[in-house]
């Protein structure tokens, strides 16, 4: 039987910290305090505990190592996770070194945490409406502390797939647990949590250290929250200042209206979501509105922690004028920084960009051919699924050297407010810049759409472009319920390099809502250059009696008439069902 030291194995256990657990009150409160402070998971219930348990255990003992590793990851986020699982798969022995919270971003503070909290929202929001759907609903409440421990439940449930007991018994990885910093071009020490200090030697490495958010000058001495904190929160805040308006603060923002407190989104444009779609994004805007939320254009002048409030002092950017309010929360939602201090990458030969990114090429490997990175770190489009997919790539390069680029990837991305934005490909910008007024656009309506029509969801739109004279799909935006799972058909497509034509021939369930999709690209037909219709022919040889059986004049004028009505049916039915949803192809040529 193999040693338990050799992978690891947790000592100890979080939950006899929990205010039910069998350990002592100082004991109790030493937990509480690192694992509030040092890992920013609070409170210390047994949800959280479990969570701590599987990604961060009180005790964990180191693995014994190897003389050189075939892959060391740095992080372990997605895009460090699926490296080492990539290598132990491909036969290679792999390293990772965390120092936090095994699952990163998406697990502890991302992805997981903020969609079961807008999903709590969005059901509040259901049943205030639910009247028109003919449901009587009386008396909404929201529970909020309910609410977290739902998410905290989820979160810690999730919590088994990224587990460092997962990765160190199921995959055959070895979990460092600790502080990483390179020594040299091909080695890094480890700071163990325990105290000791190790030195991996390795063939290949992975930075995968993620980002995170921005704190503005101004905010520095306030007790502000960003994603990392504010799904600690155990009551409802009456009113919350939300500093940037992209897809965390959008999310989020919404989300707290619905629970019912008052929100006030700060950017110094006023113009949010501005990498989407702008017609996508003005009608987000709209419906926040209608949640109760309000967007301030302005410019942040102080900050000041006033008790347990933050009193804002900005300077609005309509008249001018400056204002002075005081919130429960402030939520910092402006901007991500990498993380890249403490690794002494300069002795590694890793250089960072202009922007403080760590730099890599197509292949992503740094300037050390044997050093990648991926994820928050190091890219441009700083979502978990690309952390994760670009982990693949570098795990693959890494093993058969140079064979993938990263540049080939079509990429989506989802804002996940209510409606929300999904998009892939080039962005309508993008396309001017590189085809003019060479293109197509196609534009279907929910509210024509017959499920969305029986489902309540007619807000939103399918947005398409193609090159001129080409079905070839360039960019795609849908905004509305379900985009989602919608704009993986559209990139599906795109990756496969099918064309609007073939997308339109899909023969889609019905009623169903991918049928926006197959709509919006049958807009292209009408691109198509002017065929004469088979009918059309038809008439035209029975007009000149070229046709057996259309001989007299009566014959002709009845089937002429049925021919006429007939053509005019499937107009109607190629102009209602598979044209544009306003009727009209936009052709960007003129």
């Given at each position: ?138 008396g909404v409440h929201v529970n909020f502390p309910k609410v977290m421990e739902r998410m905290r439940k989820i979160r810690a449930h999730i919590s088994e797939n990224d587990s460092v007991q997962r990765f160190a018994h199921q995959k055959g990885v070895d979990v460092y647990q600790g502080t990483a910093q390179f020594n ?83 950017s110094r444009s006023g113009v949010i979501m501005n990498k989407e779609d702008p017609e996508a994004a003005a009608i987000v805007k709209t419906q926040m509105e209608q949640d109760g939320c309000k967007f301030i254009a302005a410019s942040i002048k102080s900050a000041t922690q006033n008790g347990p409030k933050i009193r ?86 890494a093993n058969k050297s140079k064979t993938r680029k990263y540049s080939d990837f079509v990429i989506p991305r989802v804002t996940f407010t209510e409606p929300e934005v999904a998009a892939v490909g080039m962005s309508l910008a993008e396309i001017k810049t590189k085809y003019g007024q060479d293109y197509h656009e196609f ?148």
């Open positions: 039987m193999t040693d338990a030291k050799e992978h690891g194995y947790p000592a100890d256990s979080w939950q006899k910290y929990t205010a039910g657990g069998e350990a002592k009150a100082k004991e109790k409160e030493e937990k509480v305090k690192y694992a509030l402070e040092e890992l920013e998971v609070g409170p210390l219930d047994v949800h959280n505990a479990e969570l701590l348990d599987a990604v961060h255990p009180v005790k964990w003992v180191q693995p014994v190592g190897i003389p050189v590793y075939n892959m060391v990851a740095i992080g372990a986020g997605a895009g460090g996770l699926v490296t080492c699982g990539q290598t132990h798969f491909a036969g290679g022995r792999a390293a990772l070194i965390e120092k936090h919270l095994m699952g990163g971003d998406c697990l502890n503070i991302g992805c997981v945490p903020s969609k079961a909290l807008l999903a709590a929202a969005k059901c509040a929001h259901k049943c205030r409406h639910a009247a028109e759907w003919g449901i009587e609903v009386k040299g071009p091909d080695t890094v020490k480890v700071t163990c949590t325990s105290g000791e200090e190790r030195i991996l030697k390795f063939r290949k490495a992975c930075i995968a250290t993620g980002g995170r958010a921005r704190v503005p000058p101004a905010f520095k001495d306030t007790k502000y929250r960003t994603n990392a904190t504010i799904f600690n929160l155990t009551e409802l805040p009456a009113r919350m200042a939300v500093v940037g308006v992209g897809p965390i603060g959008c999310e989020l923002g919404q989300a707290f209206a619905r629970f019912g407190t008052q929100v006030k989104l700060f804002i002092v900005y300077v609005t950017k309509e008249d001018g004028k400056e204002v002075t309010e005081e919130f429960d929360q402030v939520l910092l939602s402006a901007g991500r920084v990498a993380n890249v201090e403490g690794l002494n990458l300069e002795a590694a030969g890793v250089k960072l960009t202009d922007k403080k990114l760590i730099k890599v090429n197509d292949y992503l490997q740094t300037d050390n051919p044997n050093i990648y990175a991926t994820g928050d770190c190091c890219l441009k489009e700083q979502f978990t699924h690309m952390a994760g997919t670009a982990a693949v790539l570098v795990a693959d390069n534009k279907r309506e929910f509210k024509i759409v017959d499920r969305n029509i029986t489902d309540g969801y007619t807000l939103g739109f399918c947005k398409m472009h193609t090159k001129k004279s080409s079905d070839e799909i360039l960019g795609c935006t849908i905004v509305g319920h379900g985009a989602g799972e919608m704009i993986a058909m559209v990139t599906t497509a795109m990756v496969g390099g099918v064309g609007a034509l073939k997308v339109a021939s899909i023969i889609s369930p019905y009623p169903t809502m991918h049928e926006n999709v197959k709509f919006t690209a049958a807009g292209f037909r009408g691109t198509l250059p002017n065929e004469t219709p088979y009918w059309t022919k038809v008439m035209e040889d029975a007009r000149k009696g070229k046709s057996k059986g259309l001989g007299s004049s009566t014959t002709y004028c009845v089937l002429g008439g049925a021919l006429a009505l007939l053509g005019a049916g499937i107009a109607y039915l190629k102009f209602s069902k598979c044209g544009s949803g306003s009727g009209s192809i936009a052709d960007k040529s003129n």
